[in-house]
């Protein structure tokens, strides 16, 4: 992926990702696949600092009984309050990390992902952050980590490795992203590949 101008990308993806009305038809469809699965959205978070576009994740916390320890985006399970998988990645994102909704200005969404283990069905919600991320306040309880990482690094092939695993009859490709101390995987992995090909498509 290219270094490109913050406000030609942030154009770019809100042409290229699905609107939420979009997003439902392809969530519907998932659905009748697997109508046994719980729903959840996560937010991907894009803001511009030092003149290029981080995305923002969170390492959670090593007690919880789920991916304790491992990388993630904010987000979890749809309340049900919630109107929509946007409200609900925006409504995580402040719970966990004190994101302010207001500040957000969602571009799009990207085509739900299936985790066969944990069996979520979930919304990545893709996201600009035009005044910058603001003050941040995680939730301990969950979150351990905020950690704050420049696109164009994770685009770099040198930090990328696949695997291909089979479960339940079917064989699909985990994304491994090594960045530093921090291992990208499994969903977060998948959406994070989803987001990156987009932007490479978008920078030609």
């Given at each position: 992926?290219?270094?490109?101008d913050t406000r030609e990308?942030?154009?770019?993806?809100?042409?290229?990702?699905?609107?939420?009305?979009?997003?439902?038809?392809?969530?519907?469809?998932?659905?009748?696949?697997?109508?046994?699965?719980r729903k959840a959205a996560?937010?991907?978070?894009?803001?511009?600092?030092?003149?290029?576009?981080?995305?923002?994740?969170?390492?959670?916390?090593?007690?919880?009984?789920?991916?304790?320890?491992?990388?993630?985006?904010?987000?979890?399970?749809?309340?049900?309050?919630?109107?929509?998988?946007?409200?609900?990645?925006?409504?995580?994102?402040?719970?966990?990390?004190?994101?302010?909704?207001?500040?957000?200005?969602?571009?799009?969404?990207?085509?739900?992902?299936?985790?066969?283990v944990s069996n979520y069905?979930?919304?990545?919600?893709?996201?600009?952050?035009?005044?910058?991320?603001?003050?941040?306040?995680?939730?301990?309880?969950?979150?351990?980590?905020?950690?704050?990482?420049?696109?164009?690094?994770?685009?770099?092939?040198?930090?990328?490795?696949?695997?291909?695993?089979?479960?339940?009859?079917?064989?699909?490709?985990?994304?491994?992203?090594?960045?530093?101390?921090?291992?990208?995987?499994?969903?977060?992995?998948?959406?994070?590949?989803?987001?990156?090909?987009?932007?490479?498509?978008?920078?030609?």
């Amino acid at each position: 992926m290219k270094r490109q101008d913050t406000r030609e990308t942030v154009q770019r993806l809100r042409s290229r990702l699905f609107s939420v009305e979009q997003a439902q038809t392809l969530m519907g469809a998932v659905e009748g696949q697997r109508p046994g699965a719980r729903k959840a959205a996560v937010l991907l978070t894009l803001f511009e600092q030092d003149a290029n576009l981080h995305i923002v994740f969170i390492r959670r916390a090593s007690t919880l009984r789920s991916h304790s320890g491992e990388m993630a985006f904010p987000g979890g399970g749809v309340d049900p309050t919630d109107l929509s998988a946007v409200m609900t990645a925006l409504r995580e994102a402040q719970e966990e990390i004190g994101l302010e909704p207001d500040r957000v200005d969602v571009l799009g969404l990207l085509s739900p992902v299936f985790t066969v283990v944990s069996n979520y069905l979930i919304t990545p919600v893709v996201a600009f952050l035009p005044h910058g991320l603001g003050d941040v306040r995680l939730q301990t309880s969950e979150v351990t980590e905020l950690v704050l990482v420049p696109l164009h690094e994770l685009a770099d092939p040198a930090i990328l490795r696949t695997e291909e695993w089979k479960r339940v009859g079917l064989t699909r490709t985990v994304y491994f992203y090594d960045y530093g101390p921090y291992c990208i995987w499994g969903a977060t992995g998948r959406m994070l590949n989803a987001l990156l090909e987009i932007l490479e498509t978008a920078g030609e």
